[in-house]
């Protein structure tokens, strides 16, 4: 492959919603290109993009595949994303090095939800964007009704290129309403016509709301428009191009991947109107050792510089890490400097990947993308650069986990193993979190998505034998009392040889602290060297509560009277008379289980409050108040108990068509309801 300069190169990504054919249209794309002889198919289970075991069998994607292709003496690199909201993560990696973003739409399904997030994401982003409507070839086509149902989502920017010719079986390209010409294809090219037939055609005000735009971008345009001047072709061509790059125009294309009608036109167009790495800003960063900010030139001349904004972990290879060079040119034998982690790496083989393909190559030029095996040090976000001419890149913002289970490796021979196996796998995917619970000593695994974990519990199987088991997690409950109780514990053995005895008298009451101890002894009825163990015993108990062993929490213990032995007294006794006391007292103190309860916010689209407001209800939650926010969303915000939360994030896809998302935290604990807390410490005592 060859080297290519800035200037020369496209770094764009593939969003959508799942199943509207962005691994298809990247294969229509590689064979337009004469990279391959064969498009692959999603269901034959042999596309570029879709290699992994797990993609096979789902015939989905999961992870973004990495496209480069050579098209017209510059180089594409596209980056096909995983439509699967389980699977964000992976955008988010994607647009960290896209610098423009081709949005792909089911003509058949319309304006799904996959699509509306992805307009979100880019929009959020700045990120000059084609709608490619795909499709084009099924039955019930209403391009017309489409095109003015984005223009109501998503407003007058955007603009249609396209209205096509033929409809379902014959559809067979398009008239291109910006140089007014046909383009039919005949399955193998794409062939330029001049004539077209109103019958064939509906050309409507599309071509106005075209000029409208172009006049609108541009000041001496816009009074050429009004005295009714003509725009030369190219005129119109570098007005829609500087409207694209600055966001203010969205250009939708038409097409099928699947027939390969289109395709041609649109590698085209992503050079002419999608910028390249050198026409948006420059690269910012930071001095890592002073933090003062500082930029580079997306040129060969500069100091080298990366991002790394994906990581894959290959068995048989290691870690592979994809960067970006954002300025200078790396080599390959290059040591080069990693300011995350203030570690040297040596790079050995350089390459491009295509799918799972190792392209070798000599070296990497600014703006282009890569990857390099073995780096040890190295992580998903981190800057890669000059050791003489250190920057540190901002890191990839990812979306936190939302649904968590417990993992259970099945043997002991799982049990050894899944520790280096989920490290392995938390270097590829950082949308996916491990933590051991000190309450309930559970493995958790947090996710995006049910099948995000499914996914990770068969990777762990596949790649590293490993077999778990997922769970919803138990729940941290707490006891405390709602009572007061003064009782006595007395520990007194005799049996031959030294004896032991320890006698206490301790008041139980309930405290906003979690634990207070004092003691009002009069008279040495417990001598001094003693009390500490009594406070021992007590701190020891308190781990495990009287009604289903859970810890006691808000409880104040005042040691009030007691007596000794001479000769039988010890720490020991005393701290088994502190325990004794311990568990009669709080049984006579009103014990009462607590819950967790979390704060929850959650955004939906407005038309889905009552949904919502009622789940809330069926969870225990309370509703503490709803903000309406500027894109018209609606935040509510709510208490809820822990124990019914497992589920929501699935619940919530389901009830909002994947439109909803939340965020959760902890708030405080709050006593559990009486019917409830007899099924929790009946169960507790069956374990």
Known sequence: ?????????????????????????????????????????????????????????????????????????????????????DFIGEVHSALRVSKGAVIVVDASSGIEVGVEKAWKLTRKRNIPTILYINKMDKENINYAKLINELREKFGKAIIPFHIPIGKEGDFKGFVNIVDMKARIYDGEKCNDADIWSEKEVKMGNYREILVESVAESDDELLEKYFEGEEFTEEEIHTALRKGVIKGKLIPVLCGSANLNVGTETLLDMMWDYLPSPKDLEKPHGIDPKTEDKIERNIENTDPFSAVVFKTISDPYIGRISLFQVRSGVIKKEDEIYNPNTEEMEKIGKLFVLRGKEQIEINELQAGDIGAVSKLSNTHTGDTLCDVNNPIKYRSIPFPKPTLFMAGKPITKNDEEKIGPALQKLLDADKTFTVTRSNETNELIIGGQGNTQLDVIKNKLKDVFGVNIELSDPKVAYRETIKGNSTVQGKHKKQSGGAGQYGDVIIKFESTENEFEFNEEIFGGSVPRQYIPAVEKGLKESISKGVLAGYPVVNLKATLLDGSYHPVDSSEMAFKIAASLAFKKGLKEAKPVLLEPIMKVETTIPNEYMGDIMGDMNKRRGRILGMEPQEDGTQLVIAEVPQSEMFKYTIDLKSMTQARGSFIMEFARYEEVPADLSEKIVSEAMNE
């Open 1 to 85: 492959m060859n080297n290519y300069n800035a200037d020369r190169i496209r770094n764009i990504a593939f969003l959508g919603h799942n199943g509207s054919g962005k691994t298809t249209l990247t294969e229509s794309m590689l064979m337009t290109a004469n990279v391959i002889k064969r498009c692959g198919r999603v269901e034959e289970k042999n596309t570029i993009s879709d290699y992994d075991k797990e993609e096979k069998t789902r015939e989905v994607s999961i992870y973004t595949s990495l496209i480069p292709i050579e098209w017209k003496e510059h180089k594409y690199n596209i980056l096909d994303t995983p439509g699967y909201f």
